[in-house]
């Protein structure tokens, strides 16, 4: 079995010089220093409008909680950005908020809690440099359950001067990525991925860019 750098390179012969150049200047834009988790959501509209702004704004990885509601991988709504983007699909409990919280924990991110809360800060606030951040939002009607509220590590709000009293998920979840992954820019924070994620994060990018990319993989790791 070829190592994945050695399948990048050669699955490189196969896209024209201008997909590969637009691979190169992207895969360093992307970073896993922030997380999008998103809690049962049912409208797929949401799911998907979420997952394009987090194409847009660099962010590989997105969580999806499915406990009551599930995630339409069929739909060709999002499929113009999921195909860029690393999703994980939570959905082999009855209730799959607490591993989906455990384990990020321990791949060392921050829980952060999008909603108003007594010890709330504005996202432009938040600090970035305490470490890697897991933003959780919540379903359309109720907004995070208890469970992560009860968990959250801290928790951000975006301000708002109107009468209305809440956001549309979406646009809530794009205000946030966006002053988080503009002010990581302007850090010193190291927020790009490390060289192996890259690789991997290229080889799904080449494998979904080429129509025959299984079989010509499996030749050429025989």
Same mark, same amino acid.
């Given at each position: 079995?070829?190592?994945?750098?050695?399948?990048?390179?050669?699955?490189?012969?196969?896209?024209?010089?201008?997909?590969?150049? &637009?691979?190169?200047? !992207?895969?360093? /834009? $992307?970073?896993?220093? #922030?997380?999008?988790?998103?809690?049962? %959501?049912?409208?797929?509209?949401?799911?998907?409008?979420?997952?394009?702004?987090?194409?847009?704004?660099?962010?590989?990885?997105?969580?999806?909680?499915?406990?009551?509601?599930?995630?339409?991988?069929?739909?060709?709504?999002?499929?113009?950005?999921?195909?860029?983007?690393?999703?994980?699909?939570?959905?082999?409990?009855?209730?799959?908020?607490?591993?989906?919280?455990?384990?990020?924990?321990?791949?060392?991110?921050?829980?952060?809690?999008?909603?108003?809360?007594?010890?709330?800060? &504005?996202?432009?606030? !938040?600090?970035? /440099? $305490?470490?890697?951040? #897991?933003?959780?939002?919540?379903?359309? %009607?109720?907004?995070?359950?208890?469970?992560?509220?009860?968990?959250?590590?801290?928790?951000?709000?975006?301000?708002?001067?109107?009468?209305?009293?809440?956001?549309?998920?979406?646009?809530?979840?794009?205000?946030?990525?966006?002053?988080?992954?503009?002010?990581?820019?302007?850090?010193?924070?190291?927020?790009?991925?490390?060289?192996?994620?890259?690789?991997?994060?290229?080889?799904?990018?080449?494998?979904?860019?080429?129509?025959?990319?299984?079989?010509?993989?499996?030749?050429?790791?025989?």
């Amino acid at each position: 079995m070829k190592t994945i750098n050695e399948q990048v390179t050669y699955l490189r012969e196969f896209v024209v010089d201008d997909k590969n150049l &637009l691979f190169d200047r !992207l895969i360093h /834009e $992307r970073t896993d220093y #922030a997380t999008v988790v998103l809690e049962d %959501l049912y409208q797929s509209h949401n799911q998907s409008a979420v997952m394009r702004s987090a194409d847009c704004y660099g962010i590989q990885n997105v969580h999806l909680i499915e406990n009551r509601n599930h995630y339409d991988a069929t739909s060709t709504v999002s499929q113009g950005a999921r195909e860029w983007l690393t999703l994980h699909r939570h959905k082999a409990l009855m209730n799959n908020t607490q591993e989906t919280i455990d384990g990020l924990r321990t791949a060392g991110y921050r829980i952060i809690a999008t909603m108003p809360h007594t010890d709330d800060v &504005l996202i432009e606030d !938040l600090d970035l /440099e $305490r470490g890697p951040m #897991a933003f959780f939002f919540g379903t359309e %009607l109720t907004g995070l359950s208890d469970l992560v509220i009860s968990q959250a590590d801290e928790f951000v709000k975006v301000p708002m001067y109107g009468f209305t009293e809440s956001l549309n998920i979406s646009v809530c979840a794009a205000l946030v990525m966006y002053s988080i992954t503009r002010r990581l820019r302007a850090s010193n924070i190291n927020w790009h991925l490390s060289k192996a994620r890259q690789d991997e994060v290229l080889l799904q990018w080449y494998r979904n860019a080429i129509k025959a990319s299984d079989e010509i993989l499996e030749r050429f790791n025989q």
